[in-house]
């Protein structure tokens, strides 16, 4: 099990004169805390108050940076440490809303009986009009059966459910769309491909989270294969679409050719071997693949990549370097090649920190917070339901991925998930290229 990021707010009063902040500031430092979001709660004549966030890497940290704060003295006090990680999650994330006010009889009888028979009917002789007259095309299942949360391993989807909760905030906030979790009480891939067929009909689109390999695979296929509307693993291509967006952004800034670089994916398990896929469909011609599991190899080298010994011989022969494995601290700095391109992309903890890397002497080097699909996902939904599409191809994944690049700054990987031009900028691009077919 992966160590977790302690992540609380201080409230702090300080006298107000010059200087007292960046005592605390030094304090936090000194600790080796790290500084997040600073919210100004009091400005008053003699003293000031504050609400810091600050992220420690465990408990003891936390409890020396406050011990550091305290020792300050000279009227800086301590009033509260909170925890509002868990308080943002009290009572949920998502709640399932009405559009519409009820105030009236007249109200009633549109929105619920008898006028909504008319609409039922309607429907009924025209299928196709229930993408009008239903929230059935602005929906996404977010389906999950919990066994590869984040880089926590299986801790079932009961303990998922903020991870697709967040998943569902991020798809009503980027791009309108309603996502609803759906979490499924078996692993077994022909019970999931069964739930899915049975429930698919309430959306217009299934997304499938955090569910583990190499089962993800089959469950995939098979959906794709047998139902009409779009299917995506979002850990396989939604995280493909945005690392080949980070690739692509590097190796401009580096001028470097991405079709002829050797690029190297540690962890070949649902993200690394859609990087893999995603990279060799660009036309990459040197994509290898290593992981610890022979047949997550085997898996690689029947859809055409190549395999090399051990994680030093890959951090040797390549210059861009992808690593998903769920390990933190795997990649250690010493094995950095000056001038690489590292993206460790696992969450919570990456294989290496980008700081690490770059003081290692890596050109370019990024984390999952960063190289996250939350670039992708939504914009890719909300594309292809737009589009009407029956599936999600490659060439609109890759759609995807340039839309990504075209709309990132000079000398940054990725663009910032919370400028909503980018979603939207993706969702034009994938609906484009899906009515190109
Ligand atoms: N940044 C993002 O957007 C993003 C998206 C998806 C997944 N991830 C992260 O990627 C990680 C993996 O997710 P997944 O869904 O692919 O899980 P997964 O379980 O399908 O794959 C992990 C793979 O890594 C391999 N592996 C583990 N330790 C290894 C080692 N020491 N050397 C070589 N291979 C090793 C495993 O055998 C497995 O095949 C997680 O931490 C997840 O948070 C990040
Ligand atoms: O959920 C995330 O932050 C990204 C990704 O889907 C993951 O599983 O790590
Ligand atoms: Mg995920």
Known sequence: MQKQHIIRNIIVETPSKPGNFAKVATAIGLGEGDIGDITTLKSGALTTLRDITITCKSIEQLDQVIANIEEIGNGVKIHA?????????????????SRLDVRSLG????????????????????????????????????????????????????????????????????????????????????????????IHKGFGAILLE???????????????????????????????????AAILSACKATNVDVKKAKIGQIGLGAAGLAICRMLMAYGVEDVYGLDRQEEAQNRLLKHGGKTIGSLEEMMETCDIIVATTGVSGLIKPEMVRKGQIILALSNPNPEILPSEAIAAGAAFAADGRSVNNVIGFPGIFKGALDAGASAITYPMLIA???????HTKPGELIPNPLDPTVHQLVARAVEEAANKK
């Not at 509002?84 to 709640?95: R, Y």
């Not at 078996?186 to 067929?197: G, H, L, N, Q």
């Not at 583990?212 to 995939?220: N, V």
């Open 107 to 198: 109200d009633l009888q549109r929105i619920y009986t008898p006028g909504v028979a008319s609409v039922c009917m309607e429907i009924y002789n025209h299928p196709e009009k229930a993408n009008y007259f239903t929230s059935i095309g602005n929906s996404v299942a977010i389906v999950t059966d919990g066994t590869a949360i984040l880089g926590l391993g299986n801790i079932g989807p009961v303990a998922g459910m903020p991870v697709m909760e967040g998943k569902a905030v991020l798809l009503d906030q980027f791009v309108g769309l309603s996502g609803i979790p759906i979490l499924l009480n078996t692993s077994d891939p022909d019970e999931i491909v069964e739930t899915v067929k049975h």
């Open 210 to 244: 955090d569910i583990g390999s190499p089962h993800c695979f089959e469950i995939e296929e098979r959906l794709k294969e047998e139902l009409p509307i779009p299917v995506m693993h979002d850990d396989q291509h939604g995280t493909a679409v945005v690392a080949l």
């Open 81 to 97: 440490v909170t925890d509002d990680v868990l308080n943002a999650h009290e009572g949920g994330k998502i709640a399932m809303k």
């Open 400 to 406: 995807a991925a340039q839309a990504i690049v075209g």
